[in-house]
């Protein structure tokens, strides 16, 4: 593990630990909350989860929380789940969003850029505007405090301005990307049955135009509690009839009315990724997530009034929720709806260039396939703004790390990050005043319990471990849609260790305080007791040029045997000869572990990911265990169905 090598890629030099908002929270803590003012990152976090109340209490007034009624306590419940965070606080999420539209109206508070790489900005006047009028309208409407606003949209300000209004009067929020088909769209949507749906009617994809007008079609057929639709004319066609005109419900200028709710209100409904069954309809609360967010981009990300923060996302992702709340700390964000890969695989680098982007957000797929495509962005591109790229999605691997640091910028910020959508937040990655090493994530999050446990409970240092959070967060979900006596809820995370939050990840924790994330726990490969996560596998497996992508899947056969192939989709050209197959093994071999050498090497048409671009591995197992396709995958949840075939044939043919 790169526990042994305790030099680091990069340090902060001392102006830009002594510049972080983060340094200035510490001192001030200190001097105001009783926070230590020496031993830096390690002696706060320590502090934040030892005194967790007193820890968000100091975020809230850092950043100057308005509550318009005032909390009895930080956290009247500790019990997980269950965690009540401020009872009798009220306050609204938009209007913290809004705030910087005081001082500094005509400067911009969103970017938009589609595939012509062309900024155009909305300023921060103009977005309120907007929210303002579709506020109103929504309340003209008759959307009322708990009702749920529906977007199926691409990453375009309408998204933005849709969400503030929701949150303005109250309503619940919730998207899906217009890339989702009807059936995965009405999986989520159907659960929260929504009042209004705002619909565009296509999108622009890789250089084409979709037209999506025949799913809309569908969704209001299938969606019976609907009272309107608003149609937003993305690729210029007409409103279909009963439709409402985006144009006409946010033309008004009128200041935004903000509804104050308690803290534990809805803010918006998330979704699992639902590759076994109905996704999870995820809610979280409006002032969890202003809490938990104005942590994390504020202080983690440093993220201010001078930053532009772009992130390669779509609604249906969480990082998308999380990209509009950067409005909470007065940033500007950049909003790009395209292929990340359009016209070519450098256009990502190509939006930061053209946006001035100081903290560039990806996924570590991206950048492992801009290192295989030999992709130089900071030759062929403008990067002297970009402070800081981060990823999340999957674990970057150690090449990964090397690459940005070699072909971004040796004084470049690498964070890595790993989270998840049942926090809408981060449990490990950016602290800017803290070093990076190759392969690990540089600390657990502030005010995040986070610890590696063992089967039994107890908690390990520099060994893989189960991935729990011992106290709560602000974010954690108030509930599951349609889960009344929540024990779906209770099932998702805390059946394994009572009261305790078990995420489903394997992680190291180091001795140096640094996280490293090894997979999924509940897709591990345990060869005669030696448990590895399938990203080691990966990140050795795609590092061979020959290799596109690849799959580990282990299966656990009926008479007691275990059965470990690996899948591999190659590069074109490629063909998967002995040659092959024995540079494949004796790089597993070498690099992580002779049990973990696969049994068979197969290659495949492609490898089969959840619409949010994660590998799915679970599923793909279920398939070889002999379980038929429709019990053991949604086929709403895939992004190419028919590849799971080629698993399903397999498996018949084996058994």
Not at 214 to 242: K, S, W
Request: some cysteine; aromatic content about 8%; hydrophobic content about 40%.
């Amino acid at each position: 593990m790169s526990t042994v090598n305790p030099q680091p890629l990069w340090q902060p030099d001392p102006q830009r630990i002594t510049d972080a908002q983060i340094t200035a929270f510490q001192a001030w803590a200190a001097a105001h909350h009783g926070a230590p003012a020496e031993g830096g990152y390690p002696a706060l976090h320590r502090w934040s989860v030892e005194q967790l109340d007193t820890f968000w209490k100091a975020v809230t007034e850092w950043f100057d929380v308005r509550f318009s009624t005032p909390y009895a306590r930080v956290l009247g419940d500790r019990s997980m789940p269950g965690a009540q965070w401020f009872p009798g606080a009220t306050l609204n999420y938009a209007e913290h969003a809004l705030r910087a539209a005081d001082a500094r109206p005509d400067e911009p508070a969103l970017l938009h850029v589609d595939e012509t790489h062309e900024p155009r900005p909305v300023t921060w006047a103009e977005l309120r505007r907007q929210v303002g009028s579709l506020a109103a309208e929504l309340r003209a409407l008759g959307v009322r405090p708990g009702d749920r606003v529906s977007g199926y949209l691409p990453n375009v300000p309408e998204a933005v301005v849709a969400l503030l209004a929701t949150a303005a009067v109250g309503g619940v929020w919730t998207s899906c990307a217009p890339d989702f088909g009807a059936r995965s769209v009405l999986d989520r949507f159907q659960q929260i049955e929504p009042v209004v749906l705002v619909t565009v009617d296509g999108y622009r994809y890789g250089g084409k135009e979709h037209d999506r007008r025949d799913v809309v079609a569908e969704l209001r057929r299938e969606l019976p509690t609907l009272r309107a639709v608003v149609h937003v004319p993305l690729l210029g066609n007409p409103a279909p009839e009963g439709a409402l005109e985006w144009s006409s419900l946010t033309s008004a200028d009128v200041p935004p009315v903000f509804e104050q709710v308690p803290f534990e209100h809805p803010l918006w409904v998330l979704y699992s990724s639902g590759t076994t069954g109905l996704p999870k309809a995820i809610v979280q609360s409006q002032g969890g997530i202003l809490v938990e967010h104005l942590k994390q981009l504020g202080l983690h990300c440093d993220l201010g009034p001078h930053d532009r923060f772009f992130w390669y996302t779509s609604t249906g992702w969480m990082m998308w929720n999380f990209l509009v709340s950067g409005l909470l700390t007065g940033t500007t964000i950049v909003l790009y709806d395209g292929s990340p890969g359009h016209p070519d695989t450098g256009a990502q680098w190509r939006v930061a260039e053209r946006t001035r982007a100081t903290l560039f957000g990806t996924s570590a797929a991206y950048v492992m396939a801009c290192r295989k495509a030999e992709v130089h962005p900071a030759r062929d591109f403008d990067l002297s703004t970009v402070r800081c790229v981060a990823t999340t999605g999957s674990p970057l691997p150690p090449d990964g790390f090397r690459w940005l640091h070699d072909e971004v910028g040796d004084d470049v910020w690498i964070a890595s990050v790993s989270g998840g959508t049942d926090v809408c937040s981060c449990f490990a990655g950016a602290v800017p005043t803290l070093p990076v090493h190759i392969g690990e994530l540089q600390a657990p999050c502030l005010g995040t319990d986070l610890q590696s446990w063992d089967p039994s409970g107890a908690p390990l240092v520099d060994e893989v471990g189960e991935l729990v959070v011992a106290s709560p967060m602000p974010s954690m979900p108030i509930h599951f849609w349609n889960d009344p006596d929540g024990t779906r809820y209770h099932d998702s995370y805390f059946a394994m260790y009572p009261g305790v939050w078990r995420h489903g990840d394997w992680i190291t924790l180091t001795a140096r305080g640094s996280v490293i994330i090894h997979g999924r726990s509940d897709s591990t490969l345990n060869r005669q007791g030696v448990r590895m996560g399938s990203a080691d596998i990966y990140e050795a497996v795609e590092r061979l040029p020959e290799i596109r992508e690849s799959l580990v899947i282990g299966v656990e056969q009926p008479d007691g045997g275990y059965w470990m192939p690996l899948f591999v989709h190659l590069a074109p050209g490629a063909v998967l000869d002995d040659a092959l197959r024995g540079r494949v093994k004796r790089t597993i071999r070498e690099q992580l572990s002779p049990r973990h050498v696969p049994d068979e090497i197969i290659e495949v048409p492609g490898i089969p990911h959840t619409l949010t671009g994660k590998r799915i591995e679970v599923p793909v197992k279920r398939l070889l265990q002999g379980t038929p396709l429709e019990k053991a995958v949604n086929p709403g949840s895939i992004d190419d169905l028919r590849l799971l075939h080629f698993y399903e044939d397999l498996a018949r043919k084996r058994a």
